[in-house]
């Protein structure tokens, strides 16, 4: 089927800024990663009160320099992919536009700190950076063991919201509001940071009592890390098994061991 | 046998609150699910005393409805269950009643500080959530691993425990009063924060002896989690190891590929 | 060989008091477990303050009854003993004399700091406690395993303690003394806490560039945690397997799979 | 091919300092590494001030008696090694300069701040003690497989810095200016703190929504530390499985037990 010389360079454009197997469509996607940081970069210096002070015109102009690019490459990307409205409804499409859309808004809402929340909005180009991600095989293994294990997480998870809140409950009553355990959510919130071994330190027990629990707390919490890392691990464990092990050309079975030379349910020879 | 329809009406009753089978004992579960969640919720902002202030009569007024709803799940359970004496001395029989008990109490005993402690004791609620847990598979694998690792998770705590211990003690002797080591009760509190890499900062050490001592518990702390973590791994690939091979119909041998067809040692058909 | 009754009462007392096979054995292995337990909790009590003030007769009184019963028991050990010089120079041995000597010391030493330093000496008998561990199944091979992974462990542990010193003095010429870094000591003392994710916060950077360090010591101190964990697993792994295959009973070779009938190696029944 | 008395001797001094299997040179190796331990603490010493101000002259002395020392040694190492040249420009020769260098430019550049950046310079002899690593075995599998999990590595801490730059930015957003978290690298700052579970505590969130947010965040660093255990345990388990089998000589296969004496697909000898 012959194409016609435009078609053929949309869809050469459309390899470049959509895939990466090609040279120059790796590049493109390097020079991007590294447009993405700068710009992240400059979102957050901007935050910065000595920063924003003293170099306030360099970093507007940079902002509008990666705002006219992003946008370039937002109308370029509407033009080659094969079906528009739905990468504009794609997460990645809808990310690409609220990346470029606070600067255009600035425009219109010179307000104080609704201009502080729209700027910050500007951070979720970070979001493209997992675009690439794609390219780092080892990345959706983690994904497929995170998903395989979701149930006994999710078990772990309520298991750790439930201690949490029983101790911040038990703290609550035991050291009272004197120790900075002003309420439940309080004890929860001092709990969670007590029980994940973060320990602030902004809130402490000063009760033997309580002293006590939080040892106890403590313990558990260091004790306990050890189910999420054996459930992860085993499931690792379990989908690195299933890798090494080649299918059968001919009925299909999994679970050869890696020198066989013929199938074991049905004998035809393995390649 | 034929049933009458008063205890047939009654049987479908207790498969909608006991079991989680059917939809309609699904849909029960999940709305009693988020009853639970929500009283908790608002005892625990009932707990905020700037929200106790504002919100004190839609929170009672709550609170009312809850102690309803739930008295009249616990009247229905006892009626539908075909032990009731047994159900009602069961541990979710004695936590199902404990959290409607606390409301109908605080019309008799007015009191401040009791009813401080009368009216967290609904929080006890949430225990009830955990009955939800059996329908989640990998649980039970969890608890049997633990189960199986209690002896080696018990020396390594007696061992944290021995290590906490001297090391308070030392602390007391190396930093004293005048550091924050008041005790030697403090001094294990304050090593079981460290060790637990918890670390909230409320005591810390000040001379070099004593900051040499942190660092190699510091340390300790950091690598010894890795005890915990490699025991349950281990366990739990044992377990695994155990759930994949199915033993043989009419030889009972283990250890068989998922989808073996014949036993290997007997060669009898697998079912 | 015939035994005098003497002798077979010694023989019978060494039994019960050394070893734990039999139920007497156990019972006094239980007994002396809470004593021990108990006159610790009396040494730690002594040190609270408030506690010393008020209850310093039933105190005094509970650790000469501590002091002759565990006097009672070393003497005891050295008469059914088969080699007391050997016993008295053991671990153990020493150990159990240390934890009575204080309280004898005390009545010709009544300093108060020397005396701070002796009574604390009684804490030691804590460490009779370790020779219950020998009943518990499992501790061993934990040791085993922890032993073969000694060199890798050797290794880690001078990485972190490489990184501590380099991250200790950047942060000692990046901070400088009016951080709180006063010297390279202190420096590497805060390195050690906040690469273990101990973070008491007692000194913390304020300058954007200690702040970025602190951030890449603080992740790698949360990445590089998985090092000790994976030795100590894999290490245990592999002790796990070689307990699950039982040694041929005529050629010795280990590795069988659990249902082997016939030795892989010399063809031998299995038993 | 007879040698030269003086390249026998060179070759016999080469040994015992650059390897380490002759019994002198392992004795060689041991003398440096305390040495180097020693020079190191000394400066460490001397950073801190009331050491300096005390006994400034001893540690200058100890200083020269091991720049001198460390000198010999160096021109040592280029008189024996095979190419002088490329020991002065790899790694270990580069840091064996520096660590000798600094003595002597204290003597033209008196200057205080400078002074202290060059005196610190003298901690990279350190460095020098990774070059006994070799000995262990052990390590070398660490590296290789924390080298064949590196493409995970990379994505999990993508991964955890994409978190810390969100929540940075929405805890500024949330608790502003007045609750500490001053910009967004502040913020960020702080979300690696606390996602590693570092917690110092320098800044604390106060208001309801912003500990929320730090609850889950906890939460979450807490269960992720599971990602790059579980990559490297079963990256370590991979290697350690590839080390107990050995190739067939005749037809290369691999997967033998240790003790076979036969391949399991060839039947050739194995030796």
Chains 1, 2, 3, 4 share one sequence.
């Not at 050890?226 to 059968?248: H, M, N, Q, R």
Request: with cysteine; proline share 6%.
């Amino acid at each position: 089927m012959p194409e016609s010389p435009r078609s053929d360079r949309r869809e050469r454009w459309r390899e470049i800024i959509f895939e990466a197997e090609t040279p120059a469509g790796r590049r493109f996607d390097i020079a991007l990663l590294w447009l993405i940081g700068l710009s992240v970069v400059c979102v957050m210096l901007e935050s910065v009160p000595a920063v924003r002070r003293d170099y306030a015109e360099p970093l507007l102009a940079a902002e509008w320099a990666f705002t006219i690019l992003f946008t370039a490459e937002y109308i370029l990307r509407l033009c080659v992919v094969r079906h528009p409205l739905r990468y504009a409804r794609s997460f990645y499409g809808i990310i690409d536009l609220l990346s470029v859309l606070p600067t255009y808004l600035m425009m219109f809402f010179p307000g104080t700190q609704a201009l502080l929340v729209i700027r910050v909005l500007r951070m979720l180009r970070m979001f493209r950076v997992f675009k690439m991600v794609r390219h780092v095989n080892g990345a959706e293994m983690l994904v497929r063991a995170l998903y395989g294990a979701r149930a006994k997480i999710t078990v772990f998870f309520s298991f750790m919201l439930a201690i949490s809140l029983v101790s911040g409950t038990l703290m609550y009553l035991i050291e009272g509001p004197q120790g900075g355990f002003s309420s439940i959510p309080t004890g929860v919130y001092w709990a969670v940071v007590t029980i994940t071994t973060l320990g602030f330190g902004d809130i402490t027990p000063v009760t033997p009592l309580g002293r006590l629990l939080t040892s106890v707390l403590a313990l558990t919490g260091y004790a306990v890390i050890a189910v999420p890392t054996g459930i992860l691990t085993s499931e690792l464990s379990k989908l690195e098994g299933d890798d090494t092990s080649d299918a059968c050309p001919s009925c299909g079975v999994h679970g050869h061991l890696p020198d066989a030379r013929f199938c074991r349910r049905c004998g035809a020879p393995m390649s």
